[in-house]
């Protein structure tokens, strides 16, 4: 089989989702890649080292500059004739564009997938991680977005690919990019970071917050999260998120600071390896899958512990 | 300008899923089912759209059970004007995708909102794949929407934050958790729904093929996490942080 994977980029590297989605496109056969951006062959290159990488498909055209899926779509269905699967990452990119994708070949997508089992079957979370389903795909081409930390990531230097250039498909003229609001990054990104500390609803307010939970952040060089509650209520902005709608994480150690545990919460953190748990109700069912628990006021406990560190 | 809101009845959001024994699904037998919680929230949009005047009608489509009739009355009971049903169980999104085409194409709507994912399924698929079968722009997990003209901006929430695009109507646009804070019905709308109009369907009306493409080999509960330990104060915590390394 021929898989085309998304690449996922900034124009000039190449984001570590990626890595998983090349993996996962690996098991099921050659792998190629498409890079489509605007002013984006550093990050072709960046492709092309890839571990295990065949060809490396370059798309580049100011169409193609914010990965509008309008312009972006008919320009993979192109290349899906020559490729028998399309794999992306289940970014917000691939979430967008790869159901476009899948509906203009009349093929049923499989999302976020956890493994591949053969050819044409594969294991998904559905109800929130609560059942894992195992489906197979009676389409001729197959269309997944990977669940990023279901697999290891490839290696993202020791390959040698070839990089073509392929014509653009041009500008649909159906949508247009008018701005982006994209948060300053001063700490390690949730999806890749090996240490996560999250705060919930009982952090009060947008300031407690940010006082309590960045400083032992930052102590402990992780990435911050939130629970969906905390976000609501306007604590920190929408891409702290973990949760089944949110981002999807699973780092060496995550720690709970006064959330509760909804299961929406806890489809987002349960595969992280350990899991500690800061929050005054001994009852909270986010004590059920934590490995260390702590029953007491986050307010003493969380700069006590800061400070100790 | 008319709006179209597909709605999805699903397990409550607040019940915990239990997988059958036997490996087939997950039993849905005497247990909750509520309007899909993001479905809820395109209802409250295209409702706030109609009474800026930005709308004039808002229609609300499902595809699923007969009981699918409750979720439908929901949302007229929010305020919404008619409502279809397209009788089917168990359609997955491409072909819901390929009916809700066929019911823009009679009904010409400015807007179709929909739920950026059903919590049973969580595809996360059903808009985009509309939007690709019209040939029209999507404007996906949205936090905001507003309508200038012929077009409509769209606020995305995307992994680094928001991003907004513009899109020429008729859109598609799937809502995200922060867009609204959906009502709920008074007791006077409820009753008033009853006798609101809601058409009654079949996919063979549309001539549409919904056989399924995935077939579901087996379902299992994920591994189950054993609860852990209890520390008692913060010293004890920090030297277990140590011990595992992650502290100096």
């Given at each position: 089989?021929?898989?085309?994977?998304?690449v996922e980029?900034?124009?000039?590297?190449?984001?570590d989702?990626t890595?998983?989605?090349?993996?996962?496109a690996?098991?099921?056969?050659?792998?190629?890649l498409?890079?489509?951006?605007?002013?984006c062959?550093?990050?072709?290159s960046?492709?092309?080292q890839i571990?295990?990488?065949?060809?490396?498909?370059?798309?580049?055209?100011?169409?193609?500059a914010?990965?509008?899926?309008?312009?972006?779509a008919?320009?993979?269905?192109?290349?899906?004739?020559?490729?028998?699967?399309?794999?992306?990452?289940?970014?917000?990119n691939?979430?967008?564009?790869?159901?476009?994708?899948a509906?203009l070949?009349?093929?049923?997508?499989?999302?976020?997938?956890l493994s591949?089992?053969?050819?044409?079957?594969?294991?998904?979370p559905?109800?929130?991680?609560?059942?894992?389903?195992?489906?197979?795909?009676?389409?001729a081409?197959?269309?997944?977005?990977?669940?990023?930390?279901?697999f290891?990531k490839?290696?993202?230097?020791?390959?040698?690919?070839t990089v073509?250039?392929?014509?653009?498909?041009g500008?649909?003229?159906?949508?247009?990019?008018?701005?982006?609001e994209?948060a300053?990054m001063?700490r390690?990104?949730l999806?890749?970071?090996?240490?996560?500390v999250s705060?919930?609803?009982?952090?009060?307010?947008?300031?407690?917050?940010?006082?309590?939970?960045?400083?032992?952040?930052?102590?402990?060089?992780?990435?911050v999260?939130?629970?969906?509650?905390?976000?609501d209520?306007g604590?920190?902005?929408?891409?702290y998120?973990?949760?089944?709608?949110?981002?999807?994480v699973?780092?060496?150690?995550y720690?709970?600071?006064g959330?509760?545990?909804a299961?929406q919460?806890?489809?987002?953190?349960?595969?992280s390896?350990?899991?500690?748990?800061?929050?005054?109700?001994?009852?909270a069912?986010?004590?059920?899958?934590?490995d260390?628990?702590?029953?007491?006021?986050?307010?003493k406990?969380v700069?006590?512990?800061?400070?100790?560190? | 300008?008319?709006?179209i809101v597909?709605?999805?009845?699903?397990?409550?959001?607040?019940?915990k899923p239990?997988?059958?024994?036997?490996g087939?699904?997950v039993?849905?037998?005497?247990?909750?089912?509520?309007?899909n919680p993001?479905?809820e929230?395109?209802?409250?949009?295209?409702?706030?759209?109609?009474?800026?005047?930005?709308?004039?009608?808002?229609?609300?489509?499902?595809?699923?059970?007969?009981?699918?009739?409750?979720?439908?009355?929901?949302?007229?009971a929010?305020?919404?004007?008619?409502?279809i049903?397209?009788?089917?169980?168990?359609?997955?999104?491409l072909?819901?995708?390929?009916l809700?085409?066929?019911?823009?194409e009679?009904?010409?709507?400015?807007?179709?909102i929909?739920?950026?994912?059903?919590i049973?399924?969580d595809?996360?698929?059903t808009?985009?794949?509309?939007?690709?079968?019209?040939?029209?722009?999507q404007?996906?997990?949205a936090s905001?929407?507003?309508?200038?003209?012929?077009s409509?901006s769209?606020?995305?929430?995307?992994d680094?934050?928001?991003e907004?695009v513009?899109?020429?109507?008729?859109?598609?646009?799937?809502?995200?958790?922060?867009?609204?804070?959906?009502?709920y019905?008074?007791?006077p709308?409820?009753?008033?729904?009853?006798?609101?109009?809601?058409?009654?369907?079949?996919?063979a009306?549309?001539?549409v093929?919904?056989?399924?493409?995935?077939?579901?080999?087996?379902?299992?509960?994920?591994p189950?996490?054993q609860?852990?330990?209890?520390?008692?104060d913060?010293?004890?915590?920090?030297?277990?942080?140590k011990?595992m390394?992650?502290?100096?």
């Amino acid at each position: 089989m021929k898989t085309l994977v998304w690449v996922e980029h900034d124009n000039a590297s190449v984001k570590d989702a990626t890595l998983a989605a090349v993996t996962a496109a690996s098991k099921l056969g050659e792998v190629h890649l498409l890079v489509a951006g605007s002013g984006c062959a550093a990050a072709a290159s960046a492709a092309a080292q890839i571990a295990g990488v065949g060809k490396v498909h370059v798309a580049d055209d100011a169409a193609f500059a914010n990965a509008l899926p309008e312009n972006v779509a008919p320009l993979i269905v192109e290349l899906m004739s020559h490729h028998d699967a399309f794999i992306a990452p289940a970014t917000s990119n691939g979430k967008n564009i790869a159901p476009r994708v899948a509906a203009l070949l009349d093929v049923m997508q499989i999302s976020d997938i956890l493994s591949v089992e053969s050819e044409d079957t594969f294991t998904r979370p559905t109800y929130a991680g609560n059942a894992i389903a195992t489906v197979k795909s009676k389409d001729a081409k197959k269309v997944i977005t990977v669940r990023g930390t279901a697999f290891e990531k490839a290696d993202a230097t020791g390959g040698s690919g070839t990089v073509e250039a392929v014509s653009s498909t041009g500008d649909k003229g159906l949508s247009s990019f008018i701005g982006s609001e994209i948060a300053k990054m001063e700490r390690p990104e949730l999806t890749s970071a090996k240490i996560i500390v999250s705060g919930g609803r009982a952090l009060k307010d947008g300031d407690t917050f940010k006082a309590n939970i960045f400083p032992l952040a930052d102590k402990l060089g992780a990435a911050v999260g939130a629970s969906r509650a905390a976000v609501d209520a306007g604590y920190v902005p929408n891409d702290y998120q973990v949760g089944q709608t949110g981002k999807i994480v699973a780092p060496e150690v995550y720690v709970a600071i006064g959330i509760s545990g909804a299961i929406q919460h806890l489809a987002g953190m349960k595969d992280s390896k350990t899991i500690i748990a800061i929050n005054k109700d001994e009852d909270a069912p986010i004590f059920q899958v934590a490995d260390i628990g702590l029953v007491g006021d986050l307010f003493k406990i969380v700069p006590e512990l800061t400070e100790k560190l | 300008m008319k709006i179209i809101v597909p709605v999805k009845r699903v397990i409550d959001y607040n019940v915990k899923p239990r997988v059958k024994a036997d490996g087939t699904g997950v039993d849905l037998a005497n247990v909750k089912m509520s309007m899909n919680p993001f479905d809820e929230i395109a209802v409250e949009e295209a409702l706030r759209l109609k009474e800026k005047g930005a709308a004039t009608e808002v229609v609300v489509v499902s595809i699923g059970p007969a009981k699918a009739q409750e979720t439908l009355r929901t949302a007229l009971a929010m305020g919404a004007d008619r409502a279809i049903l397209i009788e089917a169980e168990d359609v997955e999104p491409l072909g819901v995708a390929k009916l809700l085409a066929k019911v823009q194409e009679e009904e010409l709507a400015g807007l179709i909102i929909l739920g950026k994912q059903a919590i049973d399924n969580d595809c996360n698929q059903t808009g985009q794949m509309l939007a690709a079968l019209l040939g029209r722009p999507q404007g996906t997990f949205a936090s905001k929407v507003e309508v200038e003209g012929d077009s409509v901006s769209v606020t995305r929430e995307v992994d680094g934050g928001l991003e907004t695009v513009k899109l020429t109507l008729p859109a598609i646009v799937t809502t995200d958790l922060r867009l609204n804070e959906p009502r709920y019905a008074s007791l006077p709308n409820i009753m008033k729904a009853k006798s609101k109009p809601l058409a009654q369907k079949t996919p063979a009306d549309y001539g549409v093929d919904i056989s399924p493409r995935l077939e579901t080999l087996k379902v299992v509960e994920p591994p189950v996490r054993q609860a852990g330990i209890k520390v008692a104060d913060v010293d004890e915590l920090v030297a277990k942080l140590k011990a595992m390394g992650v502290a100096a």
